[in-house]
C-alpha cells in the first residue's frame, strides 16, 4: 500500500471528506470520497495564495515586506486614522501582528458584514486603532489582513490579485478552473473565499516542495519560500511551519490542508468537512520522511 493509499484510507472514516490528492516527480493521483462540486472552497488557504502574488512582486523589486500599509494605501485612509499604521509593515500584516483588536476582523464565511454596516472593507480596517506595538504585540488572525494583501497587489499590478495570479501563477501551473470571491466593492477577499480544484492545489504545494519552480517555470523564489514558510513550528505568510522545518502546511476551515514535503518533492492534499488534520500530521507525513 502506497503513503497516498494509506491517507485515503484515513480519510476514508471521516464523514465528510470530499477528496484527497498527490502530487510527486512521477505525476499525479487522487482519489474522489463523494460525488460533488469540482472546485471547492478551501478558506483560509486563500491567505498563503495571496501571500504569492506579493512574492511575485517582491521578485521584480515592486513590493518589499518592510513596505508600510499607509505607504501603499494612503489615499483610502479616513481623516482620523490612528497614525500607529504609519508603522505597520507588510510582514507585520502577513503574521497578523499589526496590532489592530479582534473588531479588525471581517470574517465574510461566517458573518453577515451587511448587516453590522461593514460593507466597506478597507475603511473598515483602516479606521481601527493600534493598540499594541505593530510586530510585537500578540497574534491577531484576521481575513482582513490577506484582504489588504490583495488591495496593496491590485494597485501595484493595475489588476485584481486574482486576475495577476491567474496570468502570473495559476496559468504556469495549469490549473483547470477556479473562483474567488470578492468584496461588494469587487475586490479578491485575499483572506478566504478561493475556490479551486484538489489537482490544482496538490500542483501549487508540489511548486512550493520544488523550491519554487514547476516543470522548469520559476514562479516563486526559494527566498520568499524560506520566508513564507515561517519560523519553526509557527505561522509565516498563510503558511505553518513543521516543529522540525522538514515540511510546512496551509490549512482551511474545517480541515482543508495542503501537505509541502520538500525533501521528497511531494505534496499532498486533503479536502472535506473536519478533515483529521492531527492524525494526518502524526500517522501520515512520517511515512513520507522515512
Not at 46 to 70: N, P, Q
Request: aromatic fraction near 12%; glycine fraction near 12%; hydrophobic fraction near 35%.
Amino acid at each position: 500500500m502506497t503513503n497516498f493509499e494509506k491517507l485515503v484510507e484515513l480519510i476514508k472514516k471521516v464523514p465528510g471528506a470530499y477528496m484527497a490528492g498527490e502530487m510527486t516527480d512521477a505525476g499525479y493521483v487522487e482519489h474522489r470520497f463523494r460525488m460533488g462540486a469540482g472546485p471547492h472552497n478551501v478558506y483560509s488557504i486563500s491567505k498563503s495564495v495571496t501571500g504569492c502574488a506579493f512574492g511575485i512582486l517582491e521578485a521584480e523589486g515592486r513590493l518589499r515586506d518592510s513596505d508600510t500599509v499607509y505607504g501603499h494605501l494612503e489615499e483610502y485612509f479616513p481623516e482620523d486614522f490612528d497614525p500607529k499604521w504609519k508603522e505597520v509593515t507588510l510582514r507585520d500584516v502577513m503574521l497578523h501582528r499589526t496590532g489592530v483588536p479582534d473588531a479588525a476582523n471581517i470574517d465574510v464565511d461566517t458573518m453577515d458584514f451587511w448587516a453590522d454596516g461593514q460593507e466597506d472593507f478597507l475603511l473598515h480596517v483602516l479606521k481601527q486603532p493600534i493598540v499594541h506595538e505593530p510586530g510585537k504585540g500578540p497574534f491577531v488572525y484576521c481575513d482582513t489582513n490577506y484582504y489588504l494583501i490583495s488591495r496593496i497587489v491590485e494597485k501595484e499590478a493595475g489588476m485584481t490579485a486574482a486576475e495577476f495570479l491567474q496570468l502570473r501563477m495559476f496559468n504556469p501551473l495549469e490549473w483547470r478552473g477556479n473562483a474567488w470571491g470578492t468584496c461588494p466593492q469587487n475586490h479578491t477577499l485575499g483572506g478566504t473565499g478561493l475556490f479551486a480544484r484538489t489537482r490544482d492545489l496538490a500542483a501549487y504545494g508540489y511548486m512550493l516542495a520544488c523550491g519554487g519552480e514547476y516543470h522548469g517555470k520559476r514562479i516563486l523564489t526559494e527566498d520568499y519560500i524560506a520566508r513564507a514558510r515561517g519560523e519553526l513550528n509557527g505561522y509565516g505568510y498563510g503558511f505553518s511551519n513543521s516543529d522540525d522545518g522538514r515540511w510546512f502546511a496551509t490549512y482551511g476551515m474545517y480541515g482543508q490542508g495542503i501537505y509541502i514535503l520538500p525533501e521528497c518533492r511531494t505534496a499532498f492534499v486533503a479536502l472535506g468537512h473536519e478533515m483529521p488534520t492531527e492524525e494526518i500530521r502524526r500517522e501520515i507525513i512520517p511515512l513520507y520522511l522515512k
